[in-house]
T-cell receptor, first 116, second 111 residues
Framework: SQQGEEDPQALSIQEGENATMNCSYKTSINNLQWYRQNSGRGLVHLILIRSNEREKHSGRLRVTLDTSKKSSSLLITASRAADTASYFC????????????????FGQGTILTVHP | DGGITQSPKYLFRKEGQNVTLSCEQNLNHDAMYWYRQDPGQGLRLIYYSQIVNDFQKGDIAEGYSVSREKKESFPLTVTSAQKNPTAFYLCASPGGTGELFFGEGSRLTVL
């Protein structure tokens, strides 16, 4: 079953605009992570937000987490054509410890297209 | 540079054949994971290994097998028992804070 579900499934914007992607999850989490995947490539970790954090920034990325609503959002500001990719949210099991951190449950992703 | 190397990038299989996908890491990580990705889908966990000579089934282990004889290597065999093997296969290893480092993937197509 899907732990994370992204919304929208696809997003098309112009360069310079902001892009917002949302993720909803079903069970309690220790942390929530966002990944990026360029077409035909592996995933790249973007940012991790812990359950006791509400907002986190990394460069042009801003992630928020609302544990009461079981939701997270990823905002990419001043988007560039190079931001075109699929974006996934993922979370480990609540009782994950040690190396079982890698047992992530992924959403289906948001396909972001940024037009130059 | 440290990282995860998967090979081959593209692989074609005839029905009834077993194929093995390679995953090598030089990150000195204990744990390694195999995920499967179907078009337009998220990733699903096939197998994982937390330490040498030990591995556990993930959510979709049927039709797959693995071995972990060395810390650096975690090969995945797609057997003939896997009825729908065409997919993109990703190997990964978790860092100290829980983030996953991924290889570039192997795309398997059944002819």
């Amino acid at each position: 079953s899907q732990q994370g579900e992204e919304d929208p499934q696809a997003l098309s914007i112009q360069e310079g605009e902001n892009a917002t992607m949302n993720c909803s999850y079903k069970t309690s989490i220790n942390n929530l992570q966002w990944y990026r995947q360029n077409s035909g490539r592996g995933l790249v970790h973007l940012i991790l937000i812990r359950s006791n954090e509400r907002e986190k920034h990394s460069g042009r990325l801003r992630v928020t987490l609302d544990t009461s609503k079981k939701s997270s959002s990823l905002l990419i500001t001043a988007s560039r054509a190079a931001d075109t990719a699929s974006y996934f949210c993922a979370s480990p099991p609540r009782n994950a410890g040690g190396t079982s951190y890698g047992k992530l449950t992924f959403g289906q992703g948001t396909i972001l297209t940024v037009h130059p | 540079d440290g990282g995860i190397t998967q090979s081959p990038k593209y692989l074609f299989r005839k029905e009834g054949q077993n194929v093995t996908l390679s995953c090598e890491q030089n990150l000195n990580h204990d744990a390694m994971y195999w995920y499967r990705q179907d078009p337009g889908q998220g990733l699903r966990l096939i197998y994982y290994s937390q330490i040498v000579n030990d591995f556990q089934k993930g959510d979709i282990a049927e039709g797959y097998s693995v071995s972990r004889e060395k810390k650096e290597s975690f090969p995945l065999t797609v057997t003939s028992a896997q009825k729908n093997p065409t997919a993109f296969y990703l190997c990964a290893s978790p860092g100290g804070t829980g983030e996953l480092f991924f290889g570039e993937g192997s795309r398997l197509t059944v002819l």
